[in-house]
Nanobody, 114 residues
Framework: QVQLVESGGGLVQAGGSLRLSCATSGIIFSSYTMGWYRQAPGKQRELVAQITSGGSTNYADSVKGRFTISRDNAKNTVYLQMNSLKPEDTAVYYC????????WGQGTQVTVSS
C-alpha cells in the first residue's frame, strides 16, 4: 500500500528553523511530483512548495527565500527546510505525492511562537 509519513514538526520560536521530512513507500517515488501544503485553523489548505521529478521547484510567495524543498530519490524522501520562521507559518503541514493518483500524508504540526 501507499504510505506518506511526515515528521519533524514541533514548537519553535520566531526566527528559528525546522526541517520536515516525508518518507514514502508503495510508489515509484522518482516519477512523482512532491509537494508540501499547510493548513492553519479556519483557513484553506495552501501550497507551500513543490518539486517535480526533474527537480524544478515552486514556492508560495510568502515563503520564498526562507523555505527550501528537496528530494532524495535513493531514500524515497522529500524534505522541507524552514528558516526564519514566523508566527504566520503556524499550521499543520502535509506531504503530497502526485502523478496519476494523488496521495496525502497525515500531517505534522508546526507551531511558531512570538
Amino acid at each position: 500500500q501507499v504510505q506518506l509519513v511526515e515528521s519533524g514538526g514541533g514548537l519553535v520560536q520566531a526566527g528559528g528553523s525546522l526541517r520536515l521530512s516525508c518518507a514514502t513507500s508503495g510508489i515509484i517515488f522518482s516519477s512523482y511530483t512532491m509537494g508540501w501544503y499547510r493548513q492553519a485553523p479556519g483557513k484553506q489548505r495552501e501550497l507551500v512548495a513543490q518539486i517535480t521529478s526533474g527537480g524544478s521547484t515552486n514556492y508560495a510567495d510568502s515563503v520564498k527565500g526562507r523555505f527550501t524543498i528537496s528530494r532524495d530519490n535513493a531514500k524515497n524522501t522529500v524534505y522541507l527546510q524552514m528558516n526564519s520562521l514566523k508566527p504566520e507559518d503556524t499550521a499543520v503541514y502535509y506531504c503530497k505525492a502526485d502523478k496519476y493518483l494523488t496521495y496525502w500524508g497525515q500531517g505534522t504540526q508546526v507551531t511558531v511562537s512570538s
